[in-house]
């Protein structure tokens, strides 16, 4: 799997720094100093790095991963079994960021037909509005706003996915009256109001829409419940999370009114986070040049990435890692020694071979 510096010595290598949502100081300086001494500038911004392109005439290519990883459960040590590198961030997403500190440092890509820019950020996995990227991209990185295509190196198992779906968790409470357990006539449980309206979202039958060839599920799940206060109460007050998920080419307030609706019978429904569909980039020459010269399956994204972040700026956006996106978050999350070889060897193809699409 390569020289002595193989991308599995460099990711066991990040593996080793720990990275949780908040504490990603020691990974961005560690990163920070091992591009700086490849000669490219390197901006820090809080715990967030970007690599700004050259300003020349070719097509700008941004790469963007993040650096934070979820917390680890008995895997926050690396090691390595056969081709197997295992530990907390392997495939979500340390695999990428090995792929990306090796492109930016090569110099065949510097002087390949595109000019290359690099995002790497704080805060992807928390809460929307403490993911670093939108704060980014509307100040220090801004220059992003001209690419041609972005490239955001999220776990895809070296197979391309386009677009994201949209999100919105709310929460509707349903009401009853509270009363001693012994005595449940006295009272109305929150569960029995609440149990017509749960089982419909059970049978929930997720919809298949299609964008160009690529076919994206909505759906919606209920993912959290809370109800009682005591185990000899009568539950006067049930309050459920509602997940819902829908396609590209809905906006916003589409989404939002379309989960409102689901969630219509109860007493009380509050939106609690919400994040807009990534746009499949069809037709955009660079995006359809990624496509035909990979020659790669290329797949809809069912889950939410940041390409939502950068669709918004109207950038051709694109998921493309080398992790199982199976893997990610889980106790035995781990990627494959070939996995990124080869999402390197594509990219880097793509990068240096050929004329400007």
């Known amino acids: 799997m390569g020289d002595d510096r193989s991308l599995v010595n460099e990711l066991v290598d990040l593996i080793r720094i ?3 949502t908040g504490e990603e100081a020691a990974i961005a300086s560690h990163l920070r100093d091992r591009l700086a001494a490849s ?21 700008l290519i ?11 459960r008995g895997n ?3 090691r ?13 997403m340390k695999g990428g960021l090995a792929v990306l500190v090796r492109l930016m440092e090569d110099a065949a890509v510097a002087s390949g037909w595109a000019r290359l820019g690099a995002i790497l950020y704080a805060g992807e996995e928390g809460p929307l509005d403490e993911n670093d990227l939108k704060r980014l991209l509307d100040g220090s990185g801004k220059w992003a706003e001209g690419a041609a295509l972005a490239i955001l190196l999220e776990p895809t198992d070296v197979q391309i996915e386009v677009g994201c779906l949209g999100v919105v968790n709310l929460e509707a ?8 357990s012994a005595r449940p006539w006295t009272g109305r449980s929150a569960i029995g109001e609440a149990l017509p309206w749960l089982e419909r979202i059970l049978r929930f039958e997720n919809v298949t829409h299609s964008v160009g060839p690529f076919l994206f599920r909505e759906t919606a799940q209920v993912t959290l419940l ?3 206060a005591a185990r000899n109460m009568v539950p006067g007050e049930l309050t459920a999370n509602l997940n819902y998920r829908y396609p590209p080419g809905w906006d916003p307030e589409r989404g939002r009114a379309a989960a409102l609706t689901l969630a219509e019978e109860a007493a009380e429904v509050r939106i609690v986070d919400e994040a807009p569909a990534g746009d499949v980039p069809i037709g955009r020459p660079v995006f359809d040049a990624f496509l035909a010269r ?15 972040q950068l669709s918004r700026l109207g950038v051709p956006a694109v998921n493309f890692g080398p992790g199982d996106p199976a893997l990610a978050h889980r106790d035995d999350e781990r990627v494959h020694g070939d996995a990124l070889d080869g999402c390197l060897s594509v990219l880097r193809r793509f990068l240096i071979e050929g004329e400007a699409p």
């Open 294 to 308: 990979t020659g790669l399956p290329a797949r809809a994204k069912q889950a939410w990435t940041d390409v939502a």
């Open 173 to 180: 409470t349903f009401l009853g009256e509270a009363c001693h």
């Open 18 to 20: 720990p990275s949780v």
């Open 226 to 228: 809370k109800a009682g």
């Open 80 to 92: 390595v079994e056969g081709e197997w590198v295992w530990g907390r961030g392997a495939a979500d």
């Open 62 to 72: 941004v790469l963007a991963g993040h650096l934070d990883t979820v917390p680890p």
């Open 39 to 59: 000669g490219r500038p390197v901006v820090s911004d809080r715990t967030s790095l970007l690599i700004p392109p050259p300003e020349d005439g070719r097509p």
């Open 76 to 78: 926050a040590t690396p």
